[in-house]
């Protein structure tokens, strides 16, 4: 059975051809164009429409969703936490300790094995499609498209800064002043592969922060992001002399967490569709909590 996605015209929109709002809006290919075209996958407002027809405020016009012949990566059972689900997109909660998809030698046991699993058993064939990534030990929300036109148009919302990542990191210290920005370009370290680090060479770099909580020795967080470079949280974070708790890439161990204390708690967008603000939180996982837990009262001020 094919499947279609709807698309009500805003009065921004009327005039253009359906041609030029499939290229400029929904940021559709020409070859995408001609498949559409070929596999009779253009209605406006219920019947058939060429691609030269102008459009008007409020029609609907629905596009044929052209489907996937794989997953793109083998599925494989595991757990998987939906956070939230409809025709275009999914937004699932990493937990720590896992890839967000294959790379390397890593083949297995990722997100996006355990997703197309998920996909498989509602008989739903869909290339895995992750619009950002998070570090193996970073947990918290990611989001997947369902399709290529759904990808496109979450790609260019992140472009735009209208899709919107919130943070939450436990860092060693009281960071001063309290809320601010930091602007620190970001490029390869300069003796080690794996890490970045602040460079004038580097890439801009942008990072908003926001203290949450004080503790004794110990801050909570709130952050997000106008760029995203590699680390860019973790580094940004070391730079300052604030370094996240268990960071032992970018400060050193801690007892009281075996990773990065670091979790991606939102994430918001624009729906694909209704243009609505769709805000989704994931929970803090146990061992973030147990780290709260076990510092001292947080301080009053």
């Known amino acids: 059975m094919k499947s279609f996605q709807s698309h009500k015209i805003l009065p921004e929109h009327a005039g253009l051809t359906v041609e030029n709002y499939l290229k400029q809006v929904l940021q559709q290919s020409g070859r995408k164009l001609q498949k559409l075209t070929r596999q009779k996958g253009l209605f406006l407002n219920g019947k058939p429409v060429y691609l030269q027809r102008q459009l008007k405020a409020n029609d609907t016009l629905r596009v044929l969703v052209l489907e996937d012949a794989d997953y793109g990566v083998q599925p494989e059972p595991g757990n998987i936490e939906i956070l939230y689900d409809d025709d275009y997109l999914l937004v699932v909660n990493k937990p720590p300790y896992q ?3 294959p790379t390397g030698q890593t083949t297995s046991g990722t997100l996006a094995n355990h997703l ?4 498989a058993n509602r008989a739903i064939i869909s290339t895995i499609r ?11 929300c990611v989001i997947f498209a ?9 790609e260019q919302q992140l472009k735009d800064r209208t899709l919107k990542r919130g943070y939450l990191a436990a860092v060693n ?3 001063q002043p309290p809320s601010g920005t930091i602007n620190a370009p970001i490029g390869p370290h300069a003796k080690l592969p794996n890490r970045r680090a602040v460079s004038p060479q580097g890439e801009p770099a942008i990072t908003h922060y926001h203290t949450i909580t004080k503790f004794a020795d110990m801050s909570l967080l709130e952050l997000t992001l106008d760029t995203g470079r590699t680390h860019q949280i973790r580094v940004h974070l070391s730079h300052l002399g604030h370094p996240i708790f268990g960071d032992k890439m970018y400060g050193t161990r801690s007892p009281l967490i075996s990773r990065q204390a670091l979790h991606a708690s939102t994430v918001s967008f624009e729906h694909l569709v209704s ?3 769709i805000t989704v939180t994931a929970p803090l996982p146990a061992d973030f909590k147990r780290l709260i837990d076990s510092c001292n009262q947080p301080l009053r001020e």
């Open 116 to 119: 197309a699993y998920h996909l």
């Open 146 to 154: 369902k399709n290529a036109s759904s990808q496109t148009l979450l």
């Open 130 to 140: 992750p619009i950002h990534r998070l570090d193996r030990d970073t947990s918290g």
């Open 275 to 277: 243009k609505e603000l």
């Open 99 to 101: 890839l967000v998809h």
């Open 173 to 175: 210290g009281h960071i």
